[in-house]
T-cell receptor
Framework: AQSVTQPDIHITVSEGASLELRCNYS??????LFWYVQSPGQGLQLLLK??????LVQGIKGFEAEFKRSQSSFNLRKPSVHWSDAAEYFC??????????FGAGTRLTVKP | DADVTQTPRNRITKTGKRIMLECSQT?????MYWYRQDPGLGLRLIYY???????NKGEISDGYSVSRQAQAKFSLSLESAIPNQTALYFC????????????FGSGTRLTVV
């Protein structure tokens, strides 16, 4: 079965600095990959998704992610972090009719 | 109004009590899901439903039951709540396979004392 690993439980970055959140997946075929963001007290919001094609995908709020098959990774990036980006971020892989697996999440703190 | 609405937002209940969490959606999606979120564990699937007559167990269904009253309504019940069911519960919908991505509700924080 597919699985997702987010190696970083908590990351702190300064406002204006660049950000990269790591995600590694395990799946036998090309997976469908997602990044979600969860702001405090809110549900999860889809940031971006990868199905096929261009391995660099653009999402909302200035985020992008790159699919690297050789590394089984789908890392999320943002060139300049804003204080409002402080949230928890979840990587997910969906491969079957229903089975979407989520990583444990990475909590992002933004320093002024 | 939110696309996916969960009620209540917060609930404290006692061990052994039966409790129902409700979810309604205006997305017109056929597929609905219940997830549980625990710190450090991400989200785990409890039950899912592809239509009113198609309900399936997920990864952690023991101790839970569901009812799909209509296309737009999917409720989760804890028959006899226990403290380790204390968690944040999310309802989600999709208009296709999981591959298409989900729309989530804002969650219900349940505490069992």
């Amino acid at each position: 079965a597919q699985s997702v690993t987010q190696p970083d439980i908590h990351i702190t970055v300064s406002e204006g600095a660049s950000l990269e959140l790591r995600c590694n997946y395990s799946y036998g075929a090309t997976p469908y990959l997602f990044w979600y963001v969860q702001s405090p007290g809110q549900g999860l919001q889809l940031l971006l998704k990868y199905f096929s094609g261009d391995t660099l995908v653009q999402g909302i709020k200035g985020f992008e992610a790159e699919f690297k098959r050789s590394q089984s990774s789908f890392n999320l990036r943002k060139p300049s972090v804003h204080w409002s980006d402080a949230a928890e971020y979840f990587c997910a892989v969906g491969a079957d009719r229903v089975d979407m697996r989520f990583g444990a999440g990475t909590r992002l703190t933004v320093k002024p | 109004d939110a696309d996916v609405t969960q009620t209540p937002r917060n609930r404290i209940t006692k061990t052994g009590k039966r409790i129902m969490l409700e979810c309604s959606q205006t997305k017109g999606h056929d597929r609905m899901y219940w997830y549980r979120q625990d710190p450090g564990l991400g989200l785990r699937l409890i039950y899912y439903s592809f239509d009113v007559k198609d309900i399936n167990k997920g990864e952690i269904s023991d101790g839970y039951s569901v009812s799909r009253q209509a296309q737009a309504k999917f409720s989760l019940s804890l028959e006899s709540a226990i403290p380790n069911q204390t968690a944040l519960y999310f309802c989600a919908t999709s208009d296709g396979y999981a591959n298409y991505g989900y729309t989530f509700g804002s969650g219900t924080r349940l505490t069992v004392v």
